[in-house]
């Protein structure tokens, strides 16, 4: 038994880096390679997540799926609310296609600059800040090593660790400088570093303008359509745009709730349905907004703004 014991324990020391499933799989397919690969450690971000995925992939997926989500329900907002403005007289179109596609376009384009000049100078602020804590504690534990190593205890004391335990973790961390310093900004100031994708604040920028703006075009695309000649018929008298308007928002959120599954345990299904609520219930409000606002305003006596086309 004792024997028995003593090989087990050895064997889940020495298997804690196999791929039991990609291993099996070899041996049943006599896969040479396969078997290789599946008894070779991993690094932490080569471990097969989808979160480790999608981040090799495109290190810009959380910014366009955030960015596009907003693009997209602006857009929506954008259209259906002057649509509906149109249709209770606040406003006069005379040729509705063109200058509602270029209302909207403006619009999506101008925030969409905005929330990137904000997204890319919030990080720069993060990062600059970052960096001079980590500059200053750098400092102090070179200058007064001792008072830093005092403070790390007494947090992990605070936590719960044995006093003795806290002092020989805290000790050999000690000897490794930036990892300690590391440690320090996590545990103490309770920093993470902000650069840690290796986007820059430009690159955000850049990738929060593109997705927001791309992606916020894509609501108007049945507007388009309508606009060419052989669509006769205005869109106040033919609700078929506004409606492929929203069915087009929504399937793109599904789309883009899909992707943002795969940086959450979640079920992907769950995710996907909820950003398709999450959407459908800001546009819904918005629509709500207009059409109290269009109701208590008087059509009578109001002349509207009148909006010349080209």
């Known amino acids: 038994l004792s024997c028995r014991g003593s090989m087990s324990s050895v064997s889940r020391t020495t298997l804690r880096s196999r791929n039991l499933e990609q ?13 290789r690969a599946a008894h070779t450690p991993r690094k932490i971000e080569d471990e097969p997540h989808r979160s480790n995925t999608i981040r090799k992939e495109n290190k810009f997926m959380k910014t366009i799926i955030s960015s596009g989500t907003q693009g997209l329900i602006v857009s929506c907002i954008v259209l259906v609310t002057m649509v509906l403005a149109l ?18 376009a403006i619009i999506v384009l101008a925030s969409g600059l905005g929330i990137a000049f904000v997204d890319g100078s919030t990080k720069k602020v993060a ?19 001792e008072g830093e190593v005092s403070e790390m205890v007494e947090l992990y004391v605070q936590r719960g660790m044995a006093q003795p335990d806290a ?3 805290v ?6 400088r930036e990892l300690f310093i590391d440690v320090m900004m996590a545990e103490e100031l309770q920093l993470m570093p902000p650069n840690d994708d290796k986007v820059t604040p430009a690159e955000l920028g850049a990738a929060t303008f593109l997705s927001y703006s791309l992606l916020g075009q894509l609501p108007s695309i049945p507007f388009l359509l309508y606009s060419f000649p052989a669509h006769t018929t205005h869109f106040i008298y033919d609700p078929t745009p506004i409606y492929l308007c929203i069915i087009v928002t929504g399937v793109a959120l599904l789309i883009l709730g899909y992707l943002k599954s795969f940086f959450t345990p979640r079920r992907w299904w769950h995710i996907a349905v909820g950003n398709l609520v999450n959407g459908l219930l800001g546009v819904g409000g918005a629509c709500v907004l207009g059409y109290l606002i269009a109701h208590s305003m008087n059509p009578a006596t109001s002349q509207g703004a009148h909006i010349q086309g080209g």
């Open 127 to 145: 990062i600059e800040f970052y960096e001079s804590e980590k500059t200053r504690e750098t400092w102090e534990f070179d200058n007064y090593p």
């Open 23 to 35: 291993a099996t799989s070899a041996f049943l397919n006599n896969d040479v390679d396969g078997s």
């Open 171 to 176: 000790a050999l961390l000690s000897k490794h």
């Open 87 to 104: 249709k209770h007289g606040l406003i006069i179109i005379p040729d509705g296609h063109i200058v509602l596609l270029t209302i909207n």
């Open 167 to 169: 002092e020989r973790v």
